[in-house]
């Protein structure tokens, strides 16, 4: 079943599974249905339950890792596993993987252990055994990754434990090793039904295979236009071999839509008819045509974070609910302006999820070296980040300042000063926090540089910026990007102190009524849900399709990136807004923007641009010859801009190149500080 966004999936699936009992094709045990959540899960058996009004309990139904780890409980001696198996969560196996690479003398911290969990999980996800990936080898460690993956299985059989890519994978083992095994699964199961198919993975492909009986009694409901999820392996060709691999396939298109305005719909048909590789469909509504999707231009990223807070609130004062209007953004950085602005106006906002910008790990930390210099008070913050980076500072070391400080009446901070100048510690420790304070000293005498300039050297000499360029896992280089979104937001406050007052605003911006808030979320998180009213903002080339996607997956990339559009824009029922700024900041840089292809792509009847019905508002939008002749002036400015040549920027004005690294300019503006800025953003003076 072709199941289309909105065109009620899941009640098909229940409802057949539902007749196939009630019409006593097969009994509730003879039948697995899987999915890929346990809400999704929780969900179908909620709905069987209400249509035969029987208990589902005990029923093969679940996702697709709780049926592999029922039948593997069965018979684990299989596959060398004792009974009552372990089944280990993702701190133990980080742990475990820590002491593989020890074993092997890898340094865990240019090859952290995260790292090679990610690298294993997409080798299971693959249906690969350590002895058959030669051709599908790693970099990892020096090409190491095949000996690392063998060492930690027969870890885990040592201990008796499989981690969470094992239930499907040794599932495959097992069947291989005895193939009873799997033909009592293919005769004990008449039907098979599966959920979210196009979200299914090379193992789950062949674990349906090896399961699936001699009849092929399968049903499959997915919908290839929202496949979104390469990035933790699922594959979407496995929805389009699906004819091809089974005999006498029947496809049942689910075209009719329950959820959006006929504007909506046809504006995503058109967008997604761009995907060479679908199976196509186009919904369909017997509802009313709507409102036109708005085409919003905006100058920069400030903006159009106003302008979206303003039109909420040109519709909440027309009784429009506020927990009705989502916000999805292509990258989690996009957060941070909106959440600076509704905080300024006091607009309740969550963020669905993610953590919100203020409350991530490195955003704390780097508050509170700030704060620990604007305050000589302020214990929290002194007691996060006193051995951050770490300094061999430890709980030993913190509790006899504590207990110092106490009898002295004296704060942390206090307390250390007189400890050091007594020599209370080893010279290590005591040269340590020697050099903090003189490092905090420093920082509060520092009269010539503004607020960020400052902000930035603190992160720069603490050390902890040093750090995060140094971790080599998966979140390092996020984090780091945060931090320039970060400095980026202190560039707008006088002082850091100003700064600290805006933050503890912000942090107390909680709400008792977590419903009664503007969502904010990325277009991946938004999969499955659905809003009356969806902003789309940072409709841009680099940012939406996102750069990284098209580099490394080129018209793959391009495709899922489309595909992401069409499901943004397909969680709307009433209105969706999309927005494209002239200009933004991005990590602390100005970039300046060509609109993204896709609005190119949308439908002239079905769209309306800033308050005005425009036949070709973007039809005539030549993208590629736009993008190549950027591309073409981009490598002329590469190629010619120097060292001391004068240059003009649209923003800054006038300076002169004090330094060229890679792609970007360190320019000493005449109105202005010496900022980095983009090669291609600037003009030669001749």
């Not at 969560?89 to 995260?114: E, G, M, Y």
């Not at 953004?329 to 106006?345: C, G, P």
């Amino acid at each position: 079943m072709l199941a289309g966004a909105g065109t009620g999936k899941t009640r098909v699936l229940t409802t057949k599974l539902s007749k196939i009992i009630r019409e006593n094709y097969a009994n509730p045990y003879e039948i697995l249905t899987v999915t890929f959540t346990n809400k999704a899960a929780s969900e179908m058996k909620n709905r069987v339950e209400s249509i035969l009004r029987i208990n589902t309990a005990g029923w093969w139904i679940g996702t697709f890792h709780s049926m592999g780890a029922r039948i593997l409980r069965k018979n684990p001696e299989i596959v060398g596993l004792k009974k009552q198996f372990t089944i280990i969560d993702t701190d133990d196996q980080l742990k475990l993987l820590k002491q593989v690479l020890s074993f092997h003398n890898i340094d865990d911290k240019r090859w952290p252990a995260k790292n090679l969990s990610y690298v294993i999980q997409r080798w299971k996800d693959k249906g690969l055994n350590p002895d058959n990936i030669d051709q599908h080898g790693s970099d990892f460690a020096n090409n190491k990754g095949a000996i690392l993956y063998e060492t930690y299985q027969k870890r885990l059989k040592t201990l008796n434990a499989a981690d969470y890519g094992d239930l499907l994978l040794q599932n495959l083992n097992m069947f291989h090793i005895q193939p009873d095994i799997k033909n009592y699964y293919k005769n004990k199961f008449k039907f098979v039904l599966v959920d979210e198919y196009q979200d299914t993975n090379l193992c789950q492909y062949q674990w349906l295979q090896n399961i699936v009986n001699k009849n092929q009694n399968i049903c499959v409901v997915g919908d290839d236009d929202q496949s979104i999820y390469s990035w933790r392996g699922a594959e979407v060709k496995n929805i389009f071999k699906f004819e091809k691999e089974y005999d006498k396939v029947k496809v049942i298109k689910l075209e009719k839509n329950y959820r959006s305005k006929a504007n909506i719909l046809n504006a995503a048909n058109f967008l997604i008819s761009n995907n060479k590789n679908r199976m196509g469909k186009d919904l369909w509504t017997d509802d009313d045509a709507g409102e036109k999707i708005e085409i919003i231009n905006v100058n920069n990223n400030e903006e159009e974070a106003t302008y979206i807070s303003d039109k909420i609130e040109e519709l909440l004062s027309s009784g429009v609910l506020l927990e009705s209007f989502a916000i999805l953004v292509r990258a989690s950085y996009q957060t941070r302006a909106f959440e600076d602005r509704f905080i300024k106006i006091g607009m309740p906002y969550k963020i669905i999820g993610g953590t919100k910008f203020y409350e991530r790990l490195e955003i704390r930390d780097a508050l509170a070296f700030l704060r620990i210099v604007a305050s000589d008070y302020d214990d929290l913050a002194f007691e996060r980040i006193i051995n951050v980076p770490k300094k061999g500072i430890g709980e030993k070391t913190i509790r006899s300042i504590e207990v110092f400080g106490r009898e002295k009446a004296l704060s942390l901070i206090q307390a250390t000063r007189e400890l050091v100048k007594i020599n209370y510690f080893s010279n290590k420790i005591n040269n340590n926090l020697s050099n903090f304070i003189k490092l905090i000293e420093k920082w509060r005498n520092q009269k010539t540089l503004n607020a960020s300039e400052l902000a930035e050297t603190i992160l720069d000499e603490s050390g902890y910026t040093e750090m995060w360029q140094n971790d080599k896992s998966v979140e390092a280089e996020s984090r780091l990007d945060n931090l320039k979104e970060l400095i980026n937001a202190i560039s707008e406050f006088d002082t850091i102190r100003s700064f600290i007052e805006h933050i503890q605003l912000v942090m107390d911006n909680e709400l008792n009524n977590k419903n009664n808030s503007v969502n904010i979320l990325t277009f991946h998180a938004s999969k499955g849900l659905e809003f009356e009213n969806i902003f789309l903002p940072g409709w841009e080339e680099e940012i939406f399709p996102n750069k990284r996607a098209l580099e490394e997956r080129l018209n793959e990339g391009l495709e899922e990136e489309r595909r992401l559009a069409y499901v943004g824009i397909t969680r709307a029922q009433k209105r969706v807004w999309i927005l494209h700024a002239n200009s933004r900041i991005i990590h602390g840089q100005w970039f300046y923007s060509i609109p993204s292809r896709f609005l190119s792509e949308l439908p002239s009847d079905n769209i309306i641009s800033d308050g005005h019905t425009n036949t070709d508002y973007f039809g005539n939008l030549n993208y590629q010859n736009n993008f190549l002749e950027n591309n073409n002036t981009y490598t002329e400015n590469k190629n010619t801009m120097l060292k001391g040549d004068r240059v003009f920027h649209q923003k800054f004005g006038y300076g002169l190149i004090i330094n060229i690294e890679n792609d970007n300019a360190e320019v000493k503006f005449e109105k202005t500080s010496t900022k980095k800025v983009k090669i291609d953003y600037l003009i030669k003076d001749v």
